[in-house]
């Protein structure tokens, strides 16, 4: 029958390759399948999450480099939307299109990566996710109560604060889009120091 059963589908020929069979079936070998994962997940978010990605994900060629090389197994990126970036304000949007400041928005990029897929369910259980750049606490939003006290837990997901919105699935790649960056604060302690005149 037309169904595969979990598991099954690599037993069933090629037509049952998951959603992407039809990228696979000239048989180029998986490496080019998967930069095409990577290509397709870059596309994704150059359309649906621009300024996030000019800004910040754009900027660090080491993630990249580390992420693509996660070969089949897929990775986890967590993407901040237009209104979530919108809303860190001028100044510090325009502290991350600075050239100066390159290596904190490396930084705040490395933060947003994680070199396998976890799943909003996995983050959900968590209490932490380990990222490229660190390690960034999971928490549960709660809704109703005073501070938190007798709020009730309504399924969401937080990660260092930030809300998540929803997950698109690119083959095993999964990205969460976020409302607010989950880098710690404190980078931006190091935004805009000055430099020794000369130096780069």
């Known amino acids: 029958g037309a169904i595969a059963l979990p598991g099954s589908a690599f037993q069933t020929g090629h037509h049952a390759f998951s959603k992407t069979h039809h990228r696979y079936h000239h048989h180029r070998g998986i490496r080019t399948f998967l930069r095409e994962t990577t290509t397709q997940v870059e596309e994704t978010l150059k359309t649906q999450y621009p300024i996030f990605h000019t800004l910040v994900m754009s900027k660090n060629a080491e993630v990249w480099k580390e992420l693509s090389e996660c070969d089949e197994n897929g990775y986890t990126i967590f993407a901040v939307n237009n209104e979530g970036m919108q809303n860190l304000g001028e100044k510090k949007l325009s502290q991350l299109g600075d050239d100066r400041n390159t290596e904190s928005a490396e930084k705040i990029a490395a933060f947003h990566a994680v070199n396998e897929p976890v799943s909003a369910e996995e983050l959900f ?35 260092n604060g930030s809300k998540l919105i929803q997950t698109i699935e690119i083959d095993n790649t999964l990205i969460h889009e976020m409302d607010s960056l989950i880098s710690p604060e404190l980078l931006w302690r190091y935004v805009d120091q000055l430099r020794i005149p000369g130096s780069n």
Do not use: A, M, Q
């Open 125 to 159: 259980d968590s209490g932490g996710v380990v990222t490229i750049g660190g390690v960034v606490d999971v928490g549960r939003t709660v809704t109703g109560g005073f501070f938190g006290f007798g709020g009730k837990e309504d399924g969401g997901t937080t990660v």
